[in-house]
């Protein structure tokens, strides 16, 4: 194959005089070292997210815990509700009491 029939392809890796010396390929060589540390600290970063995720998410569960199993929301309305079943029956109940009482001091 001639140099004419790839004229056009791939030209980015023709280089004239004027460019200069050529320099050495970026990254020929892997670095163990680089590599080593950058596995260290990706391995120390996600660590350190679950981490944080965990103690989060326990935080806002005790928190979310407790407000469903000690809700006072429904225990206010039974006493509401209570309140008001009471206050009914109260003049009745009273009324009763000074009847027997009366009914006793009678005898």
Do not use: C
């Not at 103690?55 to 509700?81: H, L, P, R």
């Amino acid at each position: 194959m001639s140099a004419d029939e790839h004229a056009g392809h791939d030209d980015w890796h023709q280089h004239d005089a004027s460019e200069g010396a050529p320099q050495q390929e970026h990254a020929a060589q892997a670095s163990a070292k680089a590599m080593g540390l950058t596995i260290i600290g990706m391995t120390l970063g996600v660590l350190a997210v679950i981490f944080i995720l965990v103690i989060y998410f326990q935080n806002y569960m005790s928190g979310y815990k407790a407000m469903i199993n000690e809700n006072t929301e429904g225990a206010a309305a039974a006493s509401v509700y209570r309140e008001s079943e009471l206050a009914k029956i109260k003049e009745p109940v009273e009324g009763a009491i000074e009847a027997v009482i009366a009914e006793y001091a009678s005898n």
